[in-house]
């Protein structure tokens, strides 16, 4: 029975084009949970009319589902040009169980705190939300350095047949996760990702939740944090059309960071990203 099992696995990937082994399998599983659990919390965010700083209740679960989502399924896919032994092996193995176990635990955390209508981050208004924020914040740390381990394992031992999307993968991998560090660490110290008072009801980008009164922190973490999927992009594009792709994706990675630094400098002045 076994062998039939393990048959019937090795002929079903996770995804087309994926391989079978655990650790895709898990990142693959860990994108179908997010997506999951944001399908689920569509009617209740079309039902539910409370909001916390003029934003739906439900936003921020939603808008991580979706985030996490995009962030296991690019892992995934980037993984799959080491070598089976070497991406199934300890170090990648380790660090992808611990981020799909950080983001299981952000997620329902936050879905709980939604339904309670509290909020789930910079929340220190009980002894158990401050050391259950400060936890989301440990695990946050591992959804960012898996990415570093697997940039590290493609430096090392990725398809060298394929030098663009290589070179895209290191360098969105490894800037998108230490800018991100960066970003998310200074609005943890700050307490806050505005800077200046954002009204409650105050005009916001819509879905992102983005002030458009005050300085907003989180448009930099996002530039920042999708490196890790448009340098890969266009290094897999240059690669297509054969096109020499070093140059183009490390001026564009500088250009990607350097956007990120002029929006991080322009809240810190306390002037929003898209005024109202």
């Given at each position: 029975m076994m062998r039939f099992l393990d048959a019937r696995r090795s002929e079903a990937p996770a995804?087309?084009?994926?391989?079978d082994d655990h650790?895709?399998?898990?990142?693959?599983?860990a994108a179908f949970f997010t997506v999951a659990m944001f399908v689920v919390t569509l009617p209740a965010s079309a039902i539910d009319a409370r909001t916390i700083d003029g934003d739906?209740?439900?936003l921020k679960p939603q808008k991580f589902n979706v985030s996490l989502s995009v962030h296991f399924l690019t892992l995934a896919i980037l993984a799959q040009q080491l070598p089976r032994k070497v991406r199934a092996g300890p170090s990648l193995t380790i660090f992808a169980y611990a981020a799909l176990a950080a983001s299981a635990f952000e997620i329902i955390y936050m879905s709980i705190q939604a339904a309670r209508g509290r909020r789930s981050h910079f929340n220190y208004e009980t002894e158990?939300?401050?050391q259950l924020y400060l936890l989301m914040g440990l695990g946050a740390l591992f959804l960012v350095i898996v990415a570093i381990v697997l940039a590290v394992q493609i430096m090392r031992k990725g398809d060298p047949a394929s030098p663009g999307l290589k070179l895209g993968s290191i360098l969105g991998l490894l800037f998108g996760a230490m800018a991100t560090i960066g970003f998310a660490g200074y609005m943890s110290a700050s307490g806050s990702h505005h800077v200046g008072a954002h009204p409650d009801g105050g005009?916001?980008?819509p879905f992102f939740g983005w002030s458009r009164v005050a300085g907003d922190l989180r448009p930099a973490?996002?530039?920042a944090l999708h490196a890790m999927q448009t340098l890969l992009l266009l290094g897999f594009a240059l690669d297509r059309l054969r096109i020499p792709a070093r140059a183009a994706v490390v001026a564009a990675a500088l250009a990607?960071?350097?956007l990120a630094a002029a929006l991080f400098f322009q809240a810190l002045a306390g002037k929003p990203f898209w005024p109202a």
């Open positions: 995804l087309p084009g994926l391989d650790v895709t399998r898990a990142l693959v599983a739906s209740v439900w158990l939300e401050s005009a916001h980008v973490h996002f530039v990607q960071l350097g």
